[in-house]
Each structure stands twice: as C-alpha cells, then as structure tokens.
C-alpha cells in the first residue's frame, strides 16, 4: 500500500519562487491542452507533443498520466462540463525517476531557459523523520509533486509498504448516509455484534446549510472569487471531519481485534442523495467517497482488510429474519414484524457485516 508524507520546505530564495510558478503556470496550459486532446480522441500522447510548453520533459510525461486518470473519472462523473478544467494553482508532478532525495534536501527538475535540477530543503519534522526510517529501511518511493499552498511551500512523498499481515476474524460493517455519517457494526465470527459505533450527521448538515447560504448571497452579488473559496473552505472542514471519523473508526477496529471491515460500494451514490440539490449531491458524493478511502487507507496501515458489498436492500432487509422491506425503514427507525425494532442505519451496518460473513 501507499503512504504520503507533505514535507514543508524551507522558504526558497526569490529566484527559486519566480521559477517554481512559472513552471505552475506552464502545467496549467499544459494540462488543459492535454485534456482537449483526450476530448478529441487522440490517446497516445508523449512530451514531444507539447514543445510549446516549457518543462521538463519528465514533468510534461508525468502530466500526462495524471490527466489520463482525471479525464478517465471525469468520463464516469455524469458532469455537465463539456471536460476538465484546471485551477490556477496546479502542484508539479515527478514520477519515482525523477527526484532524489538526500537527508533533508530534495532534487527536481524546473524548467528556465533550459531543464536544470534544484535543490529544497526540507524542515526536520516528525513526518521527515518518519520519511527518513522508511528510506533507511529501503522502502520504495512512488510519485511526488511540489506545490504552493497558503503561502507555504510543500513537497508531497508516496512510500509503497508491504501490507500487515491479520488472521484476527471480527468483522466491522460500516453504513455510510446522510443524518448519521457513519454508523459501525462489530461482529464475532458467530454474527454475535460485539460492539457499535455512531458518528452523526447533524453538524455536517448544519454546516451545509450554513455554506450553502453563504454561496447563494455571494452568488447574487456575483462575488465568484468568495465564492470558491467559500467551497474550499466547506471541503476542508468536511476533510478535517472525515480524518476524525475515520481514526476513530478504526481506533475501535483494532481495540476489537477486528479483520475485516466492510462497506458498500458506492459508485451510485447519487441515487441515495436524490431529496439534494445538484451541488450537495456533488459535495456528498465527494465526501462519501473521500471516509470510505480514509478509512481504507487508515484500515491497511494497520493491517485490516477491506472489502465492499452490493448495497442493494442493506437498508431495507431485517438483519434479524432477513425479510425484505421497503415499508420496514421510516426515518431513522427500522421496525419488522419479527420484533426486531432498531435504528435504521445499525440496521444497514448488520445486514453489511452479515453479507461479508456469508461470502466467506
């Protein structure tokens, strides 16, 4: 699996500054042209196609790659966009060919007159010195990209790990919606639920109203700038809060000695979402995706499996006699005629352990 370590560089000199953002400026260009060309069907793309545009020839290469994946998931979003647009502020990509790094300096390529490589030093903190024990232990580095971010500047490393090895047999099923968040379901190999955990979704939906009122009156003041920063903002609160969800999700994973976790597979999100409007579907569908891959990512590092499941009637089956429903759920309450009277989502969170446990 893949680990990433944000490196703060020490502040370059002014000369360094001015190259480092014209070089953002070029890969901006130079995604945006690449993105048109997939538009137009031309697929095989390398860096002698785009002489126009000063970079290295690694960075250009490397841009490609990038683009190929966004253009790929943009095809499947279903946006109204006519194809992929860039801001302005694009970080500089390098695959694991490209960069050195050297106790606390990193080597890249920039591009002036000509390519020249240039040094950064990194600030010593605790996450360059985890960075350090896994280069000292030969761990293999992956893609790395240099970018500028509230007046700082960074350089992000991906560490490819052996995965943990776990025999543990608990089973944790995770619901994912909307008025609770996340809700947790753990399960001994019997099916006995051992344990629970539920994460609301009142403040995450508080906090939509708040930004959503926030954008319509910047909206018809036609304050477009405000605007996008007001969307920044909500997607960092909401980043913050799924980091929080997910770390406490899996602290109760590896208090329970738990194996596997479970959880839906959500590429039809949207269908779920469908009393929102346009951008909250969007903003959900994002932040849906985002804690199921922090808990993925955070689930690997210490080395629990994760498996997903069709989510088709886990919110309508009875995960006591298994009958299935629709009438059953109303609001947050799941009742069946078999007595089994519970909150809807644990409901759902059983029925996705239970799943795991049958194809087992």
Not at 244 to 251: E, P
Request: with cysteine.
């Amino acid at each position: 699996m893949q680990i990433t370590f944000v490196l703060e560089l020490l502040e370059p000199t002014n000369r360094k500054q001015n190259v480092f953002h014209e070089n953002i400026r070029e890969v901006v260009k130079n995604r945006q042209v690449i993105a048109e060309k997939l538009k137009a069907g031309d697929n095989k793309l390398s860096s002698a196609d785009f002489k126009e545009h000063n970079l290295p020839s690694a960075v250009k290469n490397q841009n490609i790659r990038e683009v190929k994946a966004l253009y790929k998931e943009f095809k499947k979003s279903d946006s109204d966009k006519e194809n992929i647009t860039f801001k302005m502020n694009q970080p500089i990509c390098y695959n694991n060919q490209n960069y050195e790094v050297d106790g606390h300096i990193i080597s890249i390529p920039l591009y002036t007159n000509r390519c020249e490589r240039f040094a950064f030093p990194v600030k010593q903190t605790e996450r360059w010195e985890k960075l350090q024990k896994h280069i000292a232990n030969d761990c293999k580095l992956g893609k790395a990209s240099l970018f500028y971010k509230n007046g700082n500047w960074f350089f992000a490393v991906t560490v490819n790990l052996e995965n943990k090895e776990n025999n543990k047999s608990n089973i944790m099923g995770i619901d994912i919606g909307l008025k609770q968040l996340a809700v947790a379901s753990i399960q001994n190999p019997d099916g006995k639920e051992i344990n629970r955990q539920f994460h609301n979704g009142s403040q995450a939906g508080f906090m939509r109203k708040k930004y959503r009122s926030l954008r319509r009156k910047l909206g018809q003041a036609k304050k477009v700038n405000a605007v996008e920063k007001i969307n920044d903002k909500e997607q960092r609160w909401m980043t913050d809060l799924n980091h929080k969800i997910s770390r406490q999700l899996i602290n109760l994973a590896v208090q329970e000695q738990v194996g596997t976790i479970v959880m839906e597979n959500l590429e039809n999100i949207r269908q779920t979402a469908q009393s929102l409007n346009r951008a909250d579907r969007d903003l959900h569908s994002w932040t849906f995706y985002q804690l199921q891959n922090f808990i993925e990512y955070k689930a690997k590092l210490a080395g629990i499996k994760v498996e997903y499941v069709d989510p088709k009637h886990t919110s309508q089956c009875c995960s006591k006699c298994g009958q299935i429903k629709k009438s059953n759920r109303e609001g947050n309450l799941y009742s069946c005629d078999c007595g089994n009277h519970i909150q809807a989502d644990l409901n759902a969170s059983r029925n996705i352990a239970y799943l795991e446990q049958q194809s087992a």
